[in-house]
């Protein structure tokens, strides 16, 4: 069984040190271990500042030291969370955005393990939940009763860009036609396939804790909000020109360098 790791960011800070991505890194190889994966691939939007996008690749290829990986400019998100799926011949995909880490200890099994128990009982998408494992406002949570395996699962009726694994084939010909790149973040993911199937499992039993915690990559964009007057001007021209560059298609997009 072969299983990706796809990794997503962005320059989402005046400072190309200050990205999340680099902690992120830091918490796989501590938590899950880079040597279970058959390729990295990292999906950068570049946007919304503005960055050397040569200095920034060689920043990650020292983060992954050791481990061959494959870099891509996107034109958001989504744009990247389909060329994941397009450019892969996995078994299954970890999909992995920049502002979350593994809460040490809370992960039982390592994610292959997940995997097969994924295939044995033909789920295709399984999250991993930053909150415990219960009902909320906006999902519901269901035991998964009758499963093959040691793994617990949860049903739930939200689809979720969280970190999850993915089974590629059935996103390919599933998920893949509802993904909306005209979208921002999350939303251009989440917000068809949830509509459409009301339907995702969550790793782990209900109520069991939190797995992973979410650092918040849009902090640095949050603390230009609440700055100066001229902090937030340069905040809405960021914002403007991430905007008409993704609706003119401008800017690099695809493998780099």
Request: charged share 20%; aromatic share 14%.
């Amino acid at each position: 069984m072969k299983l990706d790791l796809n990794l997503f960011t962005n320059f989402c800070s005046n400072h190309i040190d200050d990205t999340p991505l680099f902690n992120t890194i830091e918490s796989l190889h501590k938590q899950v271990g880079l040597d279970i994966f058959n390729s990295i691939k990292v999906f950068c939007h570049h946007g919304p500042f503005i960055h050397n996008r040569m200095q920034f690749y060689q920043k990650v290829a020292a983060s992954l030291v050791g481990y061959p990986f494959t870099f891509y400019y996107t034109r958001g998100l989504a744009d990247g969370y389909l060329k994941s799926i397009q450019v892969s011949d996995a078994d299954y995909l970890f999909q992995f955005e920049h502002d979350w880490v593994f809460i040490q200890g809370r992960l039982r099994h390592d994610l292959l393990t997940i995997c097969q128990s994924m295939q044995n009982n033909s789920i295709p998408y399984v999250r991993f939940n930053r909150f415990p494992n219960q009902s909320t406002t906006v999902e519901t949570l269901s035991a998964v009763p009758d499963c093959v395996g040691d793994v617990p699962f949860c049903k739930t009726t939200q689809f979720s860009n969280n970190p999850h694994l993915l089974d590629r084939e059935h996103a390919r010909l599933t998920y893949m036609p509802l993904i909306n790149i005209k979208k921002a973040r999350s939303s251009g993911i989440e917000e068809n396939i949830t509509r459409q199937y009301r339907e995702g499992w969550i790793y782990g039993d209900l109520l069991q804790e939190p797995v992973i915690l979410h650092t918040d990559g849009k902090k640095y964009m949050k603390n230009l909000g609440g700055g100066t007057f001229f902090d937030k001007i340069y905040l809405s021209i960021l914002k403007h020109r991430t905007k008409w560059m993704a609706r003119f298609a401008l800017g690099h997009s695809g493998r780099f360098p």
